[in-house]
């Protein structure tokens, strides 16, 4: 049981350390934010019974937050992504079910991205993995993604389909 704490002490460590050195990068090209909505499916596991009083089926919640995007490494090809994403979920049940992920990724020319991450939300800290278009009108980008995260100690497996906007300067 120690060795999982300090794994998790470790992992919300590295975290809050990525957030602060993303933030000081002298490497940083191109920053974006934006907000994001989606839905999402929760297998059977704590959180979903959060949302569904406790009954051990799973849970569909919608999603609502803000993404920050910073892009690294101009190339014609690939470009390098750092994203933060927070979101808060199970509002429409009267519920505050907040989530924070981190991802690195990149993406192509042709706007297909993937990148994965840590996730710290109620069901605990694991990883996340996004896959997804970015589809662009003039300066106007609009991210589509599909974001799986698996199963954490006490909670389910995890779905979320996000959809969002931001802006290029």
Known sequence: MKAKNHIRTTMIFLFILSLIFAKKSSAQIQSMAG????????????????????????AFTTQYGWQWESRFTS????VGLVEWIVVMGGMESGKLMPSISSIVGFRNANGLEIGMGPNLSLGGIGMVFGFGMNYTSGNLNLPINLVIIPPKEDSGFAVSVMLGFNMSK
């Open 35 to 58: 907000p994001r909505i989606g839905v999402t499916i929760i297998a059977p596991g704590e959180t979903a019974d959060i949302l569904n009083q406790n009954d051990g089926k799973s």
């Open 75 to 78: 190339g014609t090809e690939f």
